[in-house]
Each structure stands twice: as structure tokens, then as C-alpha cells.
């Protein structure tokens, strides 16, 4: 199996309103380091999994509208607890839905959201 | 599936009395950067795999008693090869010991003893 | 000459109403990886620079009352551009004041906002 | 399971002829950081997946006449497409074909080519 | 003092004419991290030292045609030995030249080579 | 000015036998990654600072005793309360002894104990 890994980040605000978050209740932030995986069991004729600016380029779109944004005023966000798990399987869903049909076997989207914890989401496709 | 890892350290001192392991069969150590990953296939209504504070508190706990220590007079490994490997099994065991019967699919423990080397443990839960 | 770092960072919301900063003036938010260097020029009996538990201490406090906040919201900071230098500066000053008449040359505060972007304020003591 | 991971680099140069890689069909460069991944499922009395010096050797060994080197005048790299993905799996088969009859349940091989892009190769042993 | 750093890369390849450099006399290559620090002891009213934004491109730009480029080929370094150090002032100068006459104190640039290895160049302004 | 980094690492342990330090008075350990800085007014003919092989070789060999030892029996090293600070400091003066008389304007030596405190000794040549 190959996988192929592009990073980026985006810059956020919100809150996370449940008791279970204590000070982070209350509005804050986060850069949101991104890694985007996708895994492919063969390769073709170009001999990679997805080109790299390819990979890049989807990855910002799906980036692009909660970079530098309150996600607790995003359309798709409401009545959602964007935990970085949440988050993570939110960009994963929307790349999946760019590649479906494609060749490939699977994605991962991993958010780091300080250098002491990160979060993944798996899926296939 | 989703997973959540959060990561620590441990400044430990040990040998490794045996003749594979040539300079390091005398007393010497190593600062152990720690990552526990916890994997869960659904998330519940905190959308969490689980508290990063718990997360972190869990990790902080397993690994109480080996920091500042010399692992050569730890009652609980005495006999044992304190291999990375070993260790990393060790904790990992100690925080499943936490976890079980609850909503996890597994957990993975790494230790990073220098830039160029680290090992895992994954474990089922 | 002798330098002591220690790391800790915060999760921060603002916003940077300038017309200089785009889609930064809108409320965002960011995790500030912050180092506090500390400089002597010769060490005392202990041999170190600063405690490192109480140069952590140290910058936790500096950190406290940003940490989880909405920058735009604190009395201190009203009326200021938050970019990563004034803010690396704020937790200087705020350091600074805590060690001042000790043995010590200078600091440095470093405030890193994402991979590829961090900026550092330095000043005597 | 148990993995065990060491950490080598390569500097190369080459170009990538086809189309789809734009600037890249050029003559550049790259330093690939290498990560070497042996995964095992138990362990020996040894108490590791395998020695670190010796995973270390074997991995210098299946770069070292990639080093330095341009991989366009690579006799056994002729009519190959050098990206990440296949450099990885050149690197894990020549890797593989040393481990062969071991005790050991695979290997995955890293390639960074530079911060914000890796790829992987994965395979049974 | 402030000073603001933004990073960028480039991927080249080089030979290093000169019998001191053993294997990389030869035709090899380099993914260059590139870090550029910006120094200025007062902040105007926008509270930065220069734009993030402006930054990156001012470095982007100096790195240009080195990026993806055979720097052996390169009509402004014929006849230099295209050492870390002698690239890192090639791109320093470079970015000079644009900020001469601005409110800047100096600048740095970093080219890490590898994890073990770089270098840097700094000048006033 | 130039500077050239390389890097290193030693494995160790030692104990901290003074009240000040609470839990590291007693034995433990620690992976100091290491860097070395040497810095440099003006290139000569090989346009480096110094070579990075010959750079990598003196800072092993400055590292090489104390390496996988106890630096609590090491002769060189009694009576010295072994901080970071102390070790770079060590470290720093037996490079510098090699490097008297060369065309070098000073070094750095910084000892990273954990991701998140390291210390430097800098000093002019």
C-alpha cells in the first residue's frame, strides 16, 4: 500500500459549549496544522498516489472557508462541537467527496492542535 | 475510525544488561518522549474520543513512577530488558488497564528515545 | 554567555482590525507556541541559569489570563493590534518585571503562530 | 504489535519526465529524510523488534548508492519514474529482501522530500 | 529588538566542484528549508516588522529560480561553490536589496539542509 | 556573519545533588540532542565555515565519552553539579580547544533535554 501525505493549516475561532470543556468554553482558537493521507494500493502510469499540488489544491479548498474564520458562525458548523475529531472528520468527508471514483483505497486527516495533541480521522473510500 | 493522541516524557536512567547491546549494556538514559493514541470508531455526544485533560492525566499517571527514576531499582521491571519496545508495552498496558470497558478500539503507545529512533506498541482494548 | 528555554503555548481568538491584515481581521483564532529564553552571563552555585520549574512557572503566569481567551476581550489589551510581535513583547514585559534586580542579562519571548511564521521580541534586563 | 522505526537521509538529484509534474521535469534536487519502519508481532528474548544499530545498517545499506548521487544514471533506477512513492518502494524492497525469514511482519518506509509532503510505502514480510 | 521569521523551501540540485567535499563533488541535490528573519527595533503602527504576507512573497520571490532549478545552470552563480553558506547570502543579499531604505534593522536567512545540518548568513540593513 | 550548525546526541544519565532539584537529585537521565553552532566573520576558498563532516567529527568527539555513560563517575566531570547549562558549557569549551587558532569568531553549544526546555552556552573564539 501507498500513501501520500500534503500539510497545511488553517487559523480558527470557537467555543465549545459542554461542561466537559471547561475553559474551553468560552470563545478561543487554534491553528489547526493539517495532514492529509491518501492511500492508493497501486500506482499508475504517472507512479504516485495523487499529484502533490493536486493533493495540496484539494486540501486548501476544503480549508479554504474555515481558514482564518469563527467556526462558531459557519453554515455547516451549526449545533456542531467542532472538537478537532469533529473537525478532522468534516475536511476528511469533504476531500472524499472530491475523490470518490478515483483509484484510491482510503484518506486520513490528522489536526494538530498544539505540539502535545493531534487528532485523526480514518475512512475509506 | 478515529484517534486521539496526546504526548509527555520521562527522564529515566537504565542498562541494558545484555551482550546485543554493546555500549548500552552500562548505566546511561535517555529522555522518553511519550505518545499515547486511544482509537475509537464512534464518537458519542461530546464528540470526543476522550478528554485531551483525561487523556493527558491517564498518560501523566502510567508514567509517574518511571520518570526522574533509575529503571535498574523499579520493583516492576525488575528482570526485565527495558528495551523501548518493552517500555512502551509497559505503559500501554498500565493505561489499558485504565480504559477497559469503555467505548475504545485500541491504543498505541510510542516512545521516542532520540531523533532517529522510536518505537510503538498497539494494542486492541 | 548562558541561555535557559522553556516552552509552554496558548489558545487564543482575536481579531486584527487594520486594514493592512485581510482575512486576519475578521475574528480568528490561533495556538501561540511560546519560548521564553532567559540569558546570565555566569551561573551561581546551582549551576543553572534559572530553575527550569520556576522559569515554567514563570511563563504559565504570563500565559494564564490568555490562555483559552478571546484577545479582543481583555482590558490589558485594549486598543492594541495583537499581531505576534506585540504580543511577544506583552509577555516579556510581563516576565521581565517578574525577575527584575535578579542575576539576569536579558530575555527573549518567541511566539510561534503556525509552521512557516513566528516572531521574537528581545530585551535587556 | 511492535514496530520498531530508525531515521537516515539522502541527497539526490533527478527529474521527473512526464508531463503531469510541470517544473519538476527538470533537473532538481531533494533531501528525502528516510524512515525505516519493522514491524513484529512478538518479541525476542532480546526484547526488540530488531537491534537499532543493525536497522540502522541496513538502512544506510539500501541508500548508500543513492546518496549523493542523480538518479538519473541509476543503473537499476533506468525508465523509472523516481517519485516519492516509488523511491519508497525501492527502498522498503531492497529492505525486505535482507529481512526475508525473519521473525518480522513488515515494513513501511517514509520519504519526506520536504515539510509539507511525505509518502509511504507499506508491505508484508 | 523584533524580528519576524517566515520559512519557504526550495529543491535544487548542485555539484560541489572542490576535492574537499568528497561525494558531493558530484551531481546531487537538496531540499533547502529556508528561514528568514527580519529585524527592526521599533514597531510602526501596524505593530509588525513587515507583513507575513509580504514577507513570504519577498522571500518567494528570491528563491524563484533556484527552486526546481540545477544551480549548476544558473547564470548568477557560475564559478561559485554552492555551499549552504554561500546560498544562504545569495538569497540574504537578494532580500536586501528589496528592503534597503525601510525601517529594518537586519536580516537573517537559514538553509536547512537536513535534520543535522545548516546554516545561516546575517547581515545588517 | 556565518554561522554552520550541525547536530548530535548523547544518551546519559546523572544525578542532580543539590535540594533545588527536587526529584532530579536522584539518578535518572536524559537524550541531550545537541547542536553545535560555529561562526564565521568571512568564507574562505571552500566557501563553508568549516566542513561539515570535520564539524560533525569534532562534535562527536566531544560527546564520545560521555555518551551511554553515568556522568556521575566520570572523572572529568566530579564535583560538577551536570546541569544543561553546565554540560553545554563543557562541551563548548572542549570544541573550542580544538578550534583555537582557526579563522572562527565564536560557537554556540545548545543541549535540548525535552521538546519543551533546552539551554545554550555561547562563546567567542
Same mark, same amino acid.
Not at 14 to 32: C, E, I, M, N, R
Given at each position: ?13 470557537? /467555543? =465549545? ?9 468560552? =470563545?478561543?482558537?487554534?491553528? @489547526?496544522?493539517?495532514?492529509? &493521507?491518501?492511500?492508493?494500493?497501486? #500506482? +499508475? ?9 493536486? %493533493? &495540496? &489544491?484539494?486540501?486548501?479548498?476544503? =480549508?479554504?472557508?474555515?481558514?482564518? $474564520?469563527? #467556526?462558531? !458562525? ?6 456542531? #462541537?467542532? &472538537?478537532?475529531? $469533529?473537525? %478532522?472528520?468534516?475536511?476528511? !468527508? ?9 483509484? @484510491?483505497? +482510503? #484518506? ?13 480521522? /480514518?475512512?475509506? =473510500?
Amino acid at each position: 500500500m501507498y500513501a501520500l501525505t500534503v500539510r497545511d493549516r488553517m487559523m480558527i475561532a470557537h /467555543s =465549545l459549549p459542554h461542561p466537559v470543556f471547561g475553559p474551553a468554553q468560552g =470563545l478561543h482558537g487554534a491553528t @489547526y496544522v493539517v495532514e492529509l &493521507t491518501i492511500r492508493r494500493a497501486e #500506482l +499508475g502510469e504517472e507512479a504516485f498516489v495523487i499529484d502533490i499540488g493536486e %493533493a &495540496t &489544491t484539494l486540501l486548501r479548498e476544503a =480549508l479554504a472557508d474555515l481558514d482564518y $474564520a469563527n #467556526l462558531d !458562525d459557519h453554515p455547516e458548523l451549526a449545533g456542531t #462541537l467542532t &472538537t478537532t475529531e $469533529a473537525l %478532522a472528520r468534516f475536511v476528511a !468527508d469533504r476531500v472524499a467527496g472530491r475523490l470518490a471514483g478515483g483509484p @484510491y483505497a +482510503g #484518506l486520513d486527516v490528522t489536526l494538530r492542535e498544539h505540539p502535545d495533541a493531534w487528532a485523526t480521522y /480514518s475512512r475509506d =473510500l
